[in-house]
């Protein structure tokens, strides 16, 4: 796991899960996406897509579902480790990259005035892998992650 020190980074990142929590506890996100790039062309590299499922019921009415803490930090400690272990698979970033976070969200969210539309930073022909999935008492989250597939890989 990698810390950043650049003070941007950590604003944008607190930023960012701030206004992600935001409308996760409304039940009003529906994807999130990470997307890393290459830094010199803005080529998409790597994209991780972390689709989310929220239960209207629990949101709306308040009501609970019976799942213990203890399960639930299971499951998202098996795509954790997942997650981790895809280095042996996906290919090797040997230069430098930038990311981007792109948030799906329900229509009617008012989005914040220094969030910008965007493309859906896809990429052509990718290979994809489809991750763990995790469900909380309030989210399921289904994670998939595409990557650029390289065709002197295949020779």
């Known amino acids: 796991m990698l810390l950043t020190q650049d003070e941007g980074v950590k604003s944008f990142i607190a930023n960012l899960n701030a206004q992600l929590s935001e409308w996760l506890e409304a039940g009003k996100l529906q994807r999130v996406v990470l997307v890393i790039m290459s830094k010199a062309t803005n080529e998409v590299l790597e994209r991780w897509n972390f689709s989310i499922e929220t239960d209207a019921e629990v949101v709306e ?17 098996a795509i954790m480790r997942q997650i981790a272990s895809s280095i042996t698979y996906l290919p090797c970033l040997d230069e430098a990259c930038v990311f981007d976070v792109l948030a799906y969200t329900d229509k009617d969210v008012t989005v914040p005035f220094t969030w910008i539309e965007s ?26 992650v595409s990557y650029k597939n390289d065709e002197w890989d295949e020779q």
């Open 61 to 77: 009415k308040g009501l609970s579902r019976e799942k213990s803490d203890k399960e639930i930090m299971r499951e998202i400690q």
């Open 119 to 144: 493309d859906p930073k896809l990429i052509a022909n990718p290979q994809m892998v489809k991750l763990h999935s995790f469900d909380t008492k309030i989210h399921k989250v289904d994670t998939l």
